[in-house]
């Protein structure tokens, strides 16, 4: 059985409106008393093309996450699908940030409610509503009307980096939420992660056990003899200093890319075995 070497990521994803769009743009303004929200159409996503982080997205995979998620579906039909204002991030330096919060958008932070996601063309376009109840959404409101900005959207998901033709193409297996940004990475769509201490560690993914160790020289070393490592790295113009750690199963290096986090199988038995040894003697002390 050939071994699956597509490597596990999490990424959050900017987008950006087309040049001609920006000039199109305008919203419906409501008043309820004190408060008011915006309802206006956005361009949440391209697909087909390479973004401004050299990654593409297939709309065939996001079109199918979006209509056979029950958590997607479930939220649209109550209107509740969130986006926060910006993406979560550990308070202070050193600290984790649990996958369960990257994995589920927290109310307390949302600035607007995103309904009726649908596909025109390359483009991932939706109807977006700011979320008068907190600060948050007021926030956005304001900026949008005061500051007159046209609203970025940043796709939070869960999924593999596949080397397809010597392309990063991602295959998102999870698609989160779209959250509001200021600084735009498709071209086409508009509207960190702190680096962890050492010696802690963060749940990669939800589902499984595995965890971050920030062993860096043991890293270096496994990443040095990875071919997909290699290729990762050159593909986002990344250096030595992205690679941060390794599995606490040994089983994969870990590459950080700004925000965003990529979990890489290692290919070769002997480093494999070799990383496993080491990591295990590492946490035992």
Aim: hydrophobic share 40%; proline share 4%; glycine share 4%.
């Amino acid at each position: 059985m050939k071994q699956d070497l597509s490597t596990l990521c999490f990424i959050r994803e900017q987008t950006s409106y087309p040049e001609d769009y920006k000039s199109k743009f305008g919203y419906e303004l409501h008043e309820r008393g004190s408060r008011f929200y915006l309802i206006f159409p956005a361009i949440l996503q391209s697909f087909d093309v390479m973004n401004r982080n050299r990654r593409m997205y297939t709309a065939t995979n996001i079109m199918d996450r979006i209509n056979n998620d029950e958590y997607i579906q479930t939220m649209l039909r109550q209107n509740s699908w969130i986006g926060e204002i910006d993406h979560p991030s550990p308070a202070f330096m050193g600290q984790d940030l649990a996958m369960n919060r990257i994995a589920n958008p927290d109310p307390k932070f949302s600035s607007h409610f995103i309904r009726a996601p649908r596909l025109n063309g390359n483009l991932l376009e939706a109807t977006v509503q700011t979320d008068s109840s907190n600060e948050h959404g007021m926030n956005m409101a304001i900026k949008i009307v005061d500051g007159k900005i046209v609203p970025a959207f940043s796709a939070r998901v869960l999924g593999e980096l596949q080397n397809r033709s010597g392309k990063p193409v991602v295959n998102v297996r999870k698609l989160i939420c779209y959250d509001w940004v200021l600084y735009p990475s498709h071209s086409e769509a508009l509207g960190k992660i702190s680096q962890p201490l050492m010696e802690s560690a963060i749940d990669v993914e939800k589902e499984t056990s595995s965890k971050i160790v920030f062993f860096k020289e043991l890293a270096k070393m496994a990443a040095n003899n990875s071919e997909e490592a290699a290729w990762l790295c050159e593909s986002f113009g990344l250096t030595a200093d992205a690679v941060t750690g390794v599995t606490d199963d040994g089983e994969s290096i870990i590459i950080q890319e700004n925000q965003d986090i990529y979990v890489q199988p290692i290919s070769d038995k002997n480093i494999k075995a070799k990383t496993k040894n080491m990591v295990a003697e590492w946490l035992n002390g």
